[in-house]
């Protein structure tokens, strides 16, 4: 309804802000590429969602505004942290960030077949991914235990996750001719 | 971007999600993405599929529950070592939660297609040999005229240790590769699409790419081979070397590709498609079929075919 305010306590608000934490991590380290710092960044980004919570419109987009609340905190942890630290330089950043403005759709449907699309994966595929982002996981770890280079086991990673990624974009009924 | 960048990016992309990227390595993953635009939507696609994964498979940060903020500022950090693995059965516990939500997805995408075909026709370009059932050779260049698949060394074969075609008769072959990088094997074809629309009032907005694939297990994995589609726009006939296209070419407009994993499964084949948004005075496309192993165990690639390669022109 129109002027209705979002109650922080409210059962919808929380669980859009659970149900939305895996995509949100995952927008903030395609923009930085720090794990740490990108968990960091989602706290911050969690307390101030959490502070905004009347802001946002019941209805609209919770992904597309809770993930713009996660960009700048992104573009500020920048600002303070050192040059030789950052993945993307400052042009790039903004063009990136611009892009995932647009991608929201995507996150949304990404995050929704992931299951299935794991599924899907081999299994020998499915447990190498267990075991590289599993806690304290490794490329370098992996590789050892395969008596594989370091190499071929990140490669083998990418062509995993880029099975993933076709699987992920397919649309959600069929082609139509 | 050629196939030597493209190869680099990927190479950099994942080295970036294996937290092993050099200040070099950072230095020239910038410049791809400056120079080639399109890869900057590949790059936020694969990291957050990477994102997704590690949140899968290492556990979310728990967000706090409203009882547990009371006054605190900050939500708790969760240790490295206070990670917990979530299961597929946690997703499981509320089905009807990702019932409604595959379901908002479907509608969404139902109504977004319908829309965008009541607006749009689809068009079927017909390749040269898009059957490779002329056993005319893949040429090594395209210096007789833009026709016909070209590229790396490829066979027009029949059944091949068990793999039968697709359709008709013949398939081909990736056999080896004509230059660096050797793990990769392609063939591309040319369309020149000023002639495929001569005369008419159509102009294409997008285009979509696809074609089968299929390999024969053996003491090479099967699974660590890849077979991709791979489309890119030009807007001019570059003045030197046509046939060297797209890997020694001026940058692409615009490219597109897409990859998928090798089965072990002979009996049937798979499916890569790749769709692309055509830029403005888009001129020629350049549709690549290619398979790729991770290190080259002998000179030519042990089993890798490709069949009913396709292309179809969205117009508006």
Redesign the interface.
């Known amino acids: 309804m129109l002027g209705e305010r979002v109650d ?2 409210s059962d919808d608000f ?1 669980r859009l ?3 939305s ?3 949100l ?6 923009l930085l ?1 720090d ?1 740490a710092a ?3 960044i ?2 911050e980004t ?2 101030t969602l ?1 502070h905004k919570a009347e802001d946002f419109e019941p209805g609209s987009n919770f992904m597309a505004w809770a993930a713009r609340i996660a960009r700048y905190h992104v573009l500020n942890y920048r600002r303070k942290a050192k040059r ?1 630290r950052l ?3 400052d ?2 950043i903004a ?2 960030s611009s ?2 403005e647009d ?1 929201v ?8 077949r ?2 299935y699309c ?2 899907k994966l ?1 299994v ?2 499915r447990e190498l ?2 075991k ?5 996981g ?2 370098q770890d992996l590789a050892a235990a395969r008596g594989q280079t ?1 190499g ?1 086991v ?13 699987c ?2 397919q ?3 069929g ?3 | 971007m050629n196939t030597s960048a493209l190869d680099q990016f ?2 950099l ?9 050099t ?1 070099e390595e ?1 230095i020239l ?2 410049e791809i ?2 120079e080639f ?1 399109a890869s ?2 590949h ?16 556990g ?2 728990q ?4 009882g547990a ?1 009371n006054g605190e ?3 708790p ?2 240790s ?2 206070s ?1 917990f ?1 979530r299961s ?1 059965s946690s ?1 499981r516990r509320h089905p009807w ?2 019932s409604v ?2 379901l908002a ?2 509608l ?3 109504m977004t ?1 319908f829309q965008f ?1 009541q607006r749009s026709v ?1 068009y ?1 370009l017909d390749l040269v040999n898009s059957g490779f059932e002329s056993a005319h050779p893949i040429v090594a260049d395209v210096s007789g005229g833009l026709s016909g698949w070209y590229g790396d060394v490829a066979h027009i074969v029949g059944e091949h240790n068990g793999v039968v075609p697709v359709e008709g008769r013949r398939m081909v072959r990736f056999v080896k590769s004509a230059d660096e990088p050797r793990q990769m094997c392609e063939v591309n074809q040319i369309i020149d699409l000023d002639k495929a629309f001569a005369g008419s009032t159509k102009k294409p907005t997008a285009v ?1 790419a696809a074609a089968l694939f299929n390999a024969i297990p053996g003491r090479e994995s099967a ?2 081979c ?1 077979f991709g589609v791979t489309i890119y726009a030009f807007n001019v006939l570059p003045s030197e070397h046509p046939e060297s296209w797209p890997v020694q070419a001026d940058p692409p407009l615009s490219f597109s590709g ?4 090798a ?1 072990d499964d002979v009996q049937s084949w798979q499916e ?2 790749a769709s692309l948004q055509l830029p403005e005075h888009t001129r020629y496309l350049v549709i690549q079929l290619s398979a790729t192993r ?2 080259h165990q002998g000179e030519e690639f042990p089993g890798q075919f490709a069949d009913h390669a396709s292309v ?1 022109l969205v117009c508006r």
Not at chain 1, 105 to 112: G, K, M, Q
Not at chain 1, 154 to 166: D, G, K, V
Request: include cysteine.
């Open positions: 922080r306590t929380v802000l659970t149900a934490q895996p995509a991590y995952a927008c903030i380290l395609s590429p794990r990108a968990q960091d989602l706290q969690n307390v959490w030789d993945v993307f330089n042009e790039l063009e990136l892009r995932q991608r759709e995507d996150v949304s449907r990404y995050s929704a992931l299951q794991l599924e081999p020998e595929h991914l267990s590289r982002y599993a806690p304290g490794s490329v370091v071929a990140s490669q083998l990673l990418y062509r995993i996750r880029e099975a993933l990624l076709n992920l974009s649309p959600a009924l082609d139509a001719t | 990927g190479h992309l994942a080295r970036l999600s294996d937290g092993s990227l200040a950072s993953l910038n993405l400056k635009p900057q939507e790059l936020l696609d694969h990291m957050f599929v990477d994102g997704l994964l590690e949140q899968e498979f290492c979310a940060p967000a706090a529950m409203p903020l500022t900050s939500f950090r969760p490295k070592d990670f693995r597929a997703l939660r990702s939500t595959t997805c479907a969404v995408m139902a297609w075909l689809l079927r979509e699974s660590e890849s897409r990859q998928k994993l089965d890569v498609k991770p290190d179809s």
